[in-house]
């Protein structure tokens, strides 16, 4: 009931006319920014930092909601029209939805895909609205050794999981816990790795690493690879409107598409790609139609679209209440945070109730205009793929830069934001995830102050992290998922028929 009394608060702040407008704003930009192939919502969110923070945080952060949302809706226009997936996540929308296009059912492809998004939208909204505070309550009782596990566990499961490979996924969170730790170390005084340059005393910005990293290495990155081919839109035909028999096929997926999406994004290594094969597979299992499979299956876009949207609801649940971000946009707003002066975690919803329950009833008004922008308008979200890619690449490295300039007006930012992007650069181009320096960025310096809180407080003793059932069971998750995948691989392994030496 309290629950319901705080979301009815939160209406009140985003139905102003104010943050409704922002809400507007966020959505378009977000399905805008979703369509365009190669531009997520982490690249605009990070090009929106530099000018946004002189906003009110409420407005601010109803606009990046509106953005990530809108994005995920975007996402599948390009995948089910252009064959692109746009993030990670689409990529199993593209497998059956282009199939749906090329065979004249785009209309019905995008059609299941935004009424999924919608129904597995706000069933997650309610999920955050109903489980958060459960997870406050909980996060409440951790001491500094029991934060100090759970971002161990956190720095293993998200890192290992934003990528292709554990070792470059810890490697790109070390650099980034690095770079975390530069600046005046607020216990000793002392300054750590300024190498005597002035401006760094007070650490590096984490809007600057983030600006560099997803907006100019991305774009550095998509456009050295805009020569690597030319891809083909799928004119859109028939209606949107789908058939009494779509419709059949396509409830049953978005239910079970949103009963997979949103714990698996509420937990730490869940992320949104986890879920969405999940569902395409059980969806393949229990289909009626599985000769349709891989030639255009409805179900096949229902389910994982669903499961997709309820895993970005399900994502905000460990942002909020504990601080933890399991994906990169999720990362990027909660350097948005820190750049207010605010820390998400339990005490958020004390301290910050407007901002926590405004949030999350624009959550529902998102959905709802996305539901209406969407559908009517696609032919106008499809004509934006007809932009031409230098004069949009350009365009985020001019705002990039002069966003950056304008946080400090300092020309030191303006060289971190090149080094940055050029590492980012790197990284993107020998597939080393991005995500874990602004996570390792953020959470490091933190960490370090919950490990020196414990051993403060167990005068040394450093048994304080074993003897703790909590902090214990954490680091015991942490260490079965380091171990984990490679036992799992030596157990697939196959043996050799003959052994030398046997007889």
Same mark, same amino acid.
């Given at each position: 009931?309290?629950?319901?009394?705080?979301?009815? =608060?939160?209406?009140?702040?985003?139905?102003?006319?104010?943050?409704?407008?922002?809400?507007? #704003?966020?959505?378009?930009?977000?399905?805008?920014?979703?369509?365009?192939?190669?531009?997520?919502?982490?690249?605009?969110? =990070?090009?929106?930092?530099?000018?946004?923070?002189?906003?009110? %945080?409420?407005?601010?952060?109803?606009?990046?909601?509106?953005?990530?949302?809108?994005?995920?809706?975007?996402?599948?226009?390009?995948?089910?029209?252009?064959?692109?997936?746009?993030?990670? #996540?689409?990529?199993?929308?593209?497998?059956?939805?282009?199939?749906?296009?090329?065979?004249?059912?785009?209309?019905?492809?995008?059609?299941?895909?935004?009424?999924?998004?919608?129904?597995?939208?706000?069933?997650?909204?309610?999920?955050?609205?109903?489980?958060?505070?459960?997870?406050?309550?909980? =996060?409440?009782?951790?001491?500094?050794?029991?934060?100090?596990?759970?971002?161990?566990? /956190?720095?293993?499961?998200?890192?290992?999981?934003?990528?292709?490979?554990?070792?470059?996924?810890?490697?790109?969170?070390?650099?980034?816990?690095?770079?975390?730790?530069?600046?005046?170390?607020?216990?000793?005084?002392?300054?750590?790795?300024?190498?005597?340059?002035?401006?760094?005393?007070?650490? *590096?910005?984490?809007?600057?690493?983030?600006?560099?990293?997803?907006?100019?290495?991305?774009?550095?990155?998509? %456009?050295?690879?805009?020569?690597?081919?030319?891809?083909?839109?799928?004119?859109?035909?028939?209606?949107?409107?789908?058939?009494?028999?779509?419709?059949?096929?396509?409830?049953?997926?978005?239910?079970?598409?949103?009963?997979?999406?949103?714990?698996?994004?509420?937990?730490?290594?869940?992320?949104?790609?986890?879920?969405?094969?999940?569902?395409?597979?059980?969806?393949?299992?229990?289909?009626?139609?599985?000769?349709?499979?891989?030639?255009?299956?409805?179900?096949?876009? =229902?389910?994982?679209?669903?499961?997709?949207?309820?895993?970005?609801?399900?994502?905000?649940?460990?942002?909020?209440?504990?601080?933890?971000?399991?994906?990169?946009?999720?990362? *990027?707003?909660?350097? /948005?945070?820190?750049?207010?002066?605010?820390?998400?975690?339990?005490?958020?919803?004390?301290?910050?109730?407007?901002?926590?329950?405004?949030?999350?009833?624009?959550?529902?008004?998102?959905?709802?205009?996305?539901?209406?922008?969407?559908?009517?308008?696609? %032919?106008?979200?499809?004509?934006?793929?007809?932009?031409?890619?230098?004069?949009?690449?350009?365009?985020?490295?001019?705002? /990039?830069?002069?966003?950056?300039?304008? *946080?400090?007006?300092?020309?030191?930012?303006?060289?971190?934001?090149?080094?940055?992007?050029?590492?980012?650069?790197?990284?993107?181009?020998?597939?080393?995830?991005?995500?874990?320096?602004?996570?390792?960025?953020?959470?490091?310096?933190? #960490?370090?102050?919950?490990?020196?809180?414990?051993?403060?407080?167990?005068?040394?003793?450093?048994?304080?992290?074993?003897?703790?059932?909590?902090?214990?069971?954490?680091?015991?998750?942490?260490?079965?998922?380091?171990?984990?995948?490679?036992?799992?691989?030596?157990?697939?392994?196959?043996?050799?028929?003959?052994?030398?030496?046997?007889?």
């Amino acid at each position: 009931m309290e629950s319901f009394t705080n979301l009815m =608060a939160g209406f009140a702040v985003a139905l102003t006319p104010a943050n409704l407008l922002w809400s507007l #704003a966020g959505v378009t930009l977000g399905t805008a920014i979703g369509v365009l192939p190669g531009l997520g919502p982490g690249l605009t969110i =990070a090009l929106l930092l530099p000018i946004t923070f002189k906003v009110d %945080a409420t407005a601010a952060f109803i606009l990046f909601a509106g953005i990530y949302y809108g994005a995920m809706y975007g996402g599948s226009t390009t995948s089910i029209l252009l064959n692109t997936p746009g993030e990670s #996540a689409t990529i199993v929308t593209a497998l059956e939805g282009n199939k749906m296009a090329r065979a004249g059912r785009g209309g019905a492809a995008l059609a299941t895909a935004a009424i999924g998004s919608f129904v597995a939208g706000t069933i997650g909204t309610m999920g955050i609205t109903f489980l958060a505070p459960v997870v406050v309550d909980f =996060a409440l009782a951790f001491g500094p050794a029991d934060y100090f596990a759970l971002m161990i566990l /956190a720095f293993v499961t998200v890192s290992a999981v934003l990528g292709s490979s554990a070792v470059r996924g810890l490697t790109a969170l070390f650099l980034g816990i690095l770079l975390g730790f530069v600046g005046v170390d607020l216990q000793t005084g002392q300054p750590r790795f300024t190498f005597g340059i002035p401006e760094l005393l007070d650490g *590096i910005n984490v809007i600057v690493v983030a600006v560099g990293l997803f907006a100019v290495g991305e774009t550095l990155y998509m %456009a050295s690879r805009y020569r690597y081919g030319k891809d083909e839109i799928v004119p859109l035909r028939g209606s949107i409107w789908m058939t009494r028999d779509e419709w059949k096929r396509s409830w049953k997926p978005w239910i079970r598409g949103t009963i997979l999406g949103f714990p698996i994004g509420a937990m730490p290594a869940g992320g949104a790609e986890i879920p969405t094969f999940l569902s395409y597979y059980l969806e393949r299992k229990l289909t009626k139609y599985p000769e349709e499979f891989g030639k255009g299956a409805i179900e096949g876009v =229902a389910g994982p679209e669903a499961a997709n949207n309820a895993s970005t609801a399900g994502v905000l649940v460990p942002m909020l209440t504990l601080g933890l971000p399991t994906s990169a946009t999720a990362a *990027i707003m909660l350097s /948005a945070f820190q750049s207010y002066g605010i820390n998400p975690g339990p005490l958020l919803f004390q301290t910050q109730p407007q901002l926590v329950w405004g949030l999350i009833a624009s959550l529902f008004i998102g959905n709802t205009m996305l539901l209406v922008l969407n559908l009517p308008m696609i %032919a106008l979200w499809v004509k934006m793929l007809k932009i031409p890619a230098p004069l949009l690449y350009a365009g985020v490295l001019v705002f /990039a830069t002069i966003g950056t300039y304008g *946080i400090s007006q300092s020309p030191v930012d303006l060289i971190l934001l090149y080094l940055v992007g050029g590492a980012g650069y790197l990284m993107r181009r020998y597939d080393f995830p991005t995500a874990p320096v602004i996570i390792g960025m953020i959470l490091g310096p933190l #960490a370090e102050q919950n490990l020196r809180q414990a051993l403060t407080i167990s005068a040394g003793d450093w048994s304080v992290f074993v003897s703790r059932p909590l902090s214990a069971s954490l680091l015991a998750l942490a260490a079965i998922a380091v171990v984990a995948p490679h036992l799992y691989e030596l157990m697939r392994r196959p043996r050799p028929d003959n052994v030398p030496g046997d007889a």
